[in-house]
């Protein structure tokens, strides 16, 4: 993080922790803005002792949807713990599919929800496609919903949410090509469940905390078919001039992290990791008329917004601003 970029952030958290009442909500989206909410992984909320946690992050994206004016959820994957568990399938399906016709949202699939082959038969059971074959939103898929995308407009503004499974092989990759294609003069947003964390896969537990950290150069799932994400975004991510923000999960021991970088065609592309235990979820604002992105962690089952953990102890990689040209 340079020097003006802390200090907007450190403005950005005065903002939050004094504008906000003692429980420190995240304050109303002021007219003009509007939100995309963010769910890391829930694997941790599928069990029956913990899924109050899934249940109140759905409780509060229903409950403040127009105060926040959330037009969109995105979950980056490992939506479940186990991925042969039908109860965990279970929990997942009762809290996502209670979003349903309130606020369009889309998954990627996570290394929890497949077999190390690529197999997804679990997650495309719970959520196929014909799930969604009446919402207006919806844009197309392949493998049953596997890989999705989605299409919305807000205040004029015209939107691609694309999701892909865990290392998505090339076939997927030349799908994802098509979609981008297709809808170029939409501003794309890409969610893809493993990004950014340890660029090389970690010898020892101490890695995944300490090893440098980036756009990761292995995989874990399709054995030799997979792409890393290096890979996603040489042979896809950075061809494509109208993509401008990529989300992803899968690292709780890196938790979270951003950078942003610069496709082939000189487009600002905003890259953010967020894997959280504690029920925390991100909420990124778009503000049109100071063309930038506040990024806020919030947890609403501690009903708190995130002020540092035990592994990322400064609340402004929590909290920060991502520059986005959308205003004059």
């Known amino acids: ?19 906000t009442s003692f429980a420190k909500q995240p304050s109303p989206a002021p007219e003009g803005t509007f939100s995309f909410v963010v769910l890391p992984d829930t ?41 042969e568990s039908d109860a965990h399938w279970k929990v997942a399906r009762k809290n996502m599919l209670r979003l349903l016709g309130q606020v369009p949202f889309g998954f990627s699939v996570g290394n929890h929800d497949m ?7 679990k997650f495309q059971k719970a959520f196929p ?40 092989p090339d076939d997927v990759l030349k799908w994802a090509d098509s979609v981008l294609e ?44 997979g792409n890393t994400p290096q890979q996603l975004w040489e042979k896809c991510f950075s061809k494509h001039k109208n993509v401008f ?33 504690g029920g925390y979820l991100r909420i990124y604002r778009f503000e049109p008329n100071k063309n930038r992105i506040s990024v806020m962690t919030y947890s609403p089952f501690q009903k708190k917004l995130c002020d540092g953990t035990s592994i990322v102890a400064d609340a402004a990689r929590h909290h920060f601003l991502l520059d986005y040209k959308m205003g004059k």
């Open 1 to 19: 993080m340079n020097k003006t970029t802390s200090s907007l952030a450190a403005i950005l958290l005065v903002f939050l922790f004094e504008a």
């Open 43 to 83: 694997q941790a909320y599928v069990s029956k002792d913990k899924a109050i946690y899934f249940e109140s992050e759905v409780n509060w994206i229903l409950d403040n949807r127009k105060s926040q004016r959330i037009k969109f959820v995105s979950h980056v994957g490992d939506i479940v713990g186990t991925y």
């Open 115 to 121: 077999q190390s082959s690529g197999d997804s038969r």
């Open 129 to 168: 496609a014909s799930l969604f074959a009446d919402s207006p939103w919806y844009g197309g898929q392949i493998k049953n919903n596997a890989n999705s995308f989605q299409l919305i407009s807000v205040n004029g503004m015209k939107f691609l949410v694309l999701h892909l499974e865990c290392n998505a």
């Open 182 to 225: 297709k809808h170029a003069d939409r501003r794309a947003m890409i969610t893809t469940h493993m990004y950014l964390g340890p660029r090389d896969q970690p010898r020892k537990a101490r890695d995944y905390y300490d090893a440098p950290k980036g756009r990761m150069r292995w995989a874990k799932m399709h054995g030799k078919k």
């Open 245 to 277: 923000l990529i989300c992803c999960g899968d690292q709780s021991r890196t938790q979270t992290m951003h950078r942003t970088v610069q496709g082939n065609h000189g487009n600002r592309v905003h890259e953010c990791l967020s894997d959280y235990r």
